[in-house]
């Protein structure tokens, strides 16, 4: 396990060490790990734990981030960590993001070797998932450095949770997004996630306001927790005002899991529901996820409402744009990142073992 140097940290007065990555500020003596577990202090500095390592390595369809407006149904090289800055009591990767167990860092790579691993087995992204990205800054940084030169797509799949300066210098090395916005009462997050509200829907309006960085929200429904039309409603709006119309939002169905086993499944009412309110309150782009729904994954023009993609899961059944992401009734442009024409992937998921890789590049 590599272990290097980080810059987001200050010393205080009582000789703990604050990290200043995350609005959790976690204040550290000697030996100590933060809340995220991969960030420690050591000799009176933050560093990172896990650089170079990883839980494991697969390649999914674009769409699973999920993102469904960014080069469809192209395959991207997945990857995380261990650890998490956030402690959502319905985590559903909670064997990695809780994990604190070493052993759960199976693999290994350099930044080199993951973009060249991406060229040779046709990706088109590479996405930072499975725990969020922001905790391992500086390994996802350099990783996406080395992607970039190679023509590789860098992909985020974060929940927001992080402080202006590294937010900045995080999100200059990304092509795209997916914000899991978790609920949209500050309650909700400090409850249930451990977190704010605040610091999400201000890495949404930076995302809006400063970047070109393609992104779309994910809404886990949760039932009697977030499910409520009246907060979809507040949230929505928020959206609106603030993102505009065409920030694609999913609705996704909630399972049963680690803290939260008491809880039922997300009924299709729930969703359908929600995604009434968004497209009643102006939002163009909105889709429901974790279920069998071909009408709620699909993409329709929004000025001539016209099918432009139709989606079977993960499976692109119907294509009706044309280069660079025109709807070939009207013309209106789909807002998003298109290529001339869209990827055959489909949805298969493939494990990569890095160890293997390496004796072929």
């Given at each position: 396990?590599?272990?290097?140097?980080?810059?987001?940290?200050?010393?205080?007065?009582?000789?703990?060490?604050?990290?200043?990555?995350?609005?959790?500020?976690?204040?550290?003596?000697?030996?100590?790990?933060?809340?995220?577990?991969?960030?420690?202090?050591?000799?009176?500095?933050?560093?990172?734990?896990?650089?170079?390592?990883?839980?494991?390595?697969c390649i999914d369809p674009i769409e699973?981030?999920?993102?469904?407006?960014?080069?469809?149904?192209?395959?991207?090289?997945?990857?995380?960590t261990a650890g998490c800055n956030l402690a959502c009591k319905f985590c559903q990767n909670w064997d990695i993001s809780k994990s604190r167990k070493i052993d759960t860092l199976a693999d290994a790579a350099s930044p080199v070797e993951l973009a060249e691993t991406a060229v040779k087995l046709g990706c088109r992204s590479i996405a930072y998932t499975y725990n969020d990205p922001v905790i391992f800054h500086e390994y996802a940084i350099d990783v996406a450095a080395a992607c970039r030169e190679r023509g590789i797509k860098s992909v985020a799949v974060t929940a927001g949770y992080v402080c202006e300066e590294p937010r900045r210098e995080f999100f200059q090395y990304m092509d795209a997004a997916n914000v899991d916005l978790k609920a949209f009462t500050e309650k909700f997050y400090k409850y249930?996630?451990?977190?704010?509200?605040?610091?999400?829907?201000?890495?949404?309006?930076?995302l809006k306001q400063e970047t070109q960085v393609w992104f779309e929200i994910t809404n886990l429904l949760i039932p009697d927790e977030n499910d409520g039309s009246r907060?979809?409603?507040?949230?929505?709006?928020?959206?609106?005002?603030?993102?505009?119309?065409?920030?694609?939002?999913?609705?996704?169905?909630?399972?049963?899991?680690?803290?939260?086993?008491?809880?039922?499944?997300?009924?299709?009412?729930?969703?359908?529901?929600?995604?009434?309110?968004?497209?009643?309150?102006?939002?163009?782009?909105?889709?429901?996820?974790?279920?069998?729904?071909?009408?709620?994954?699909?993409?329709?023009?929004?000025?001539?409402?016209?099918?432009?993609?139709?989606?079977?899961?993960?499976?692109?059944?119907?294509?009706?744009?044309?280069?660079?992401?025109?709807?070939?009734?009207?013309?209106?442009?789909?807002?998003?990142?298109?290529?001339?024409?869209?990827?055959a992937w489909g949805p298969r998921r493939q494990k990569v073992v890095l160890k293997e890789q390496r004796d072929l590049l």
């Open positions: 396990m590599s272990v290097v140097s980080t810059k987001y940290w200050h010393k205080l007065d009582d000789n703990r060490i604050q990290c200043d990555l995350c609005p959790r500020a976690c204040r550290l003596h000697n030996g100590q790990r933060g809340l995220c577990f991969v960030r420690a202090c050591q000799d009176d500095q933050i560093v990172l734990t896990t650089y170079g390592r990883s839980s494991g390595f699973k981030k999920p993102l469904n407006h960014f080069i469809p149904g192209t395959p991207a090289l997945s990857f995380g249930v996630t451990g977190g704010q509200l605040q610091p999400v829907l201000e890495t949404l309006l930076y907060e979809i409603e507040a949230m929505t709006q928020w959206i609106f005002d603030n993102l505009g119309t065409d920030v694609p939002l999913h609705f996704t169905a909630f399972h049963p899991d680690w803290k939260m086993r008491d809880k039922n499944n997300t009924p299709f009412s729930t969703l359908s529901r929600a995604r009434q309110i968004a497209l009643e309150n102006g939002l163009k782009f909105v889709y429901t996820g974790n279920v069998h729904d071909s009408r709620g994954g699909s993409t329709y023009c929004r000025s001539c409402g016209k099918l432009l993609i139709c989606r079977d899961w993960y499976v692109l059944k119907e294509w009706h744009l044309t280069a660079g992401g025109h709807c070939r009734r009207c013309g209106t442009k789909c807002p998003g990142v298109f290529e001339d024409s869209p990827g």
